[in-house]
């Protein structure tokens, strides 16, 4: 006979974990995991959204000076060579700055203008704090050279 239906000094049923406000829940995913779970879950720009980014950049003519510019390209690909971000097999990225010019003049077509509203916009929703750093150092270097040569945009 079940205990809840014992008549007499019997001790009533228990309720079930669901309904017993104080019950321990134990759950199955420790929140170790986190690492493993993709940013975009959480708001943030996906890997391959990041990726296209930063390859968007690296594949931009930079008007600074050969430093700044050899700056921006190494440190592009060290993000991009991070495991969070994957990178597709492809043609590699030192053949398109050979025909594009490398560090030398910027684009004309507002190009640049396009890129540095993007990169704005991403700014705030990229997960890696490392990269968001280093990506406002570079939207800082774009915005100057803008205004450098008087397309200052919406800035």
């Avoid at 017993?20 to 995991?33: H, I, L, R, Y």
């Avoid at 490398?102 to 490392?130: F, K, N």
Wanted: some cysteine; hydrophobic content about 35%.
């Amino acid at each position: 006979m079940n205990e809840g239906t014992q008549r007499g000094g019997a001790r009533p049923a228990i309720a079930p974990p669901e309904e017993d406000p104080n019950a321990v829940v134990v759950c199955s995913s420790p929140p170790c995991f986190m690492h493993e779970l993709d940013p975009s879950y959480l708001g943030y720009l996906g890997r391959d959204e990041v990726r296209e980014l930063l390859e968007a950049l690296l594949a931009m003519r930079w008007s600074g000076t050969v430093v700044e510019a050899a700056w921006v390209r190494a440190m592009l690909r060290r993000h991009l060579a991070h495991p969070g971000v994957t990178r597709p097999p492809g043609p590699s990225h030192v053949q398109g700055e050979a025909t594009t010019g490398g560090a030398h003049a910027g684009s004309a077509d507002g190009g640049e203008d396009c890129l540095r509203l993007r990169l704005r916009a991403a700014l705030p929703r990229l997960a890696d704090g490392a990269l968001q750093r280093d990506l406002a150092e570079v939207l800082r270097m774009l915005e100057r050279d803008l205004r450098r040569h008087g397309r200052t945009g919406d800035s």
